[in-house]
């Protein structure tokens, strides 16, 4: 399965100068589906996931990783109904993430085809390159996961990924990884 981290070095070589940028660092204190996930460990989630399964299928797995890592960078607390209705939320937060990841990054047409249309079909907005399939896919098992409860077996919650992702980063709890 996806989650035992075996493809991690190539991964982490695609992601690696993604990974110190500010704004993706910030995503450790938002939330995302269910407590104990942050908007980056979600990301990271998604991230590996489309890496390992684009890889497999001969696609552009480098781009997957990127643009999965970013999907999310909408840099807001979604769960404050204050900024925002749910469904302006569900509808316009690809286009905020684009919108970010393009001020931060160079990001390829692919890249940004895959953050436009992760909410497809929800925003109607179809996709353009297979890639961009399986991050939205590879993002619906995340949540779906995230939101049962159900972790990868061999990596423990609430923070589970590869130790060596974390050189980046203090986590959002103000504890560093040991």
């Given at each position: 399965m996806f989650w035992k981290f075996k493809e991690n070095a190539a991964w982490l070589a695609c992601i690696s100068d993604l990974l110190p940028d500010e704004a993706v660092q910030s995503m450790k204190s938002l939330p995302q589906h269910r407590r104990g996930f942050s908007c980056y460990h979600h990301s990271l989630l998604v991230s590996y996931a489309s890496f390992v399964l684009c890889r497999r299928l001969g696609w552009r797995a480098k781009e997957a990783a990127r643009g999965a890592l970013l999907h999310d960078l909408y840099l807001y607390d979604w769960t404050?109904?204050?900024?925002?209705?749910?469904?302006?939320?569900?509808?316009?937060?690809?286009?905020?993430?684009?919108?970010?990841?393009?001020?931060?990054?160079?990001?390829?047409?692919?890249?940004q085809d895959i953050i436009a249309t992760h909410m497809f079909p929800v925003t109607l907005t179809p996709y353009h390159y297979l890639e961009s399939f399986a991050v939205s896919t590879m993002d619906k098992v995340c949540a779906v996961m995230e939101l049962l409860g159900i972790l990868p077996e061999t990596v423990p919650a609430p923070y589970a990924l590869p130790q060596n992702v974390y050189a980046y980063q203090e986590l959002s709890l103000g504890r560093a990884i040991s």
């Open positions: 404050d109904r204050s900024l925002h209705t749910g469904r302006a939320h569900v509808m316009n937060h690809p286009r905020w993430a684009l919108e970010n990841a393009n001020a931060r990054f160079l990001l390829t047409k692919r890249e």
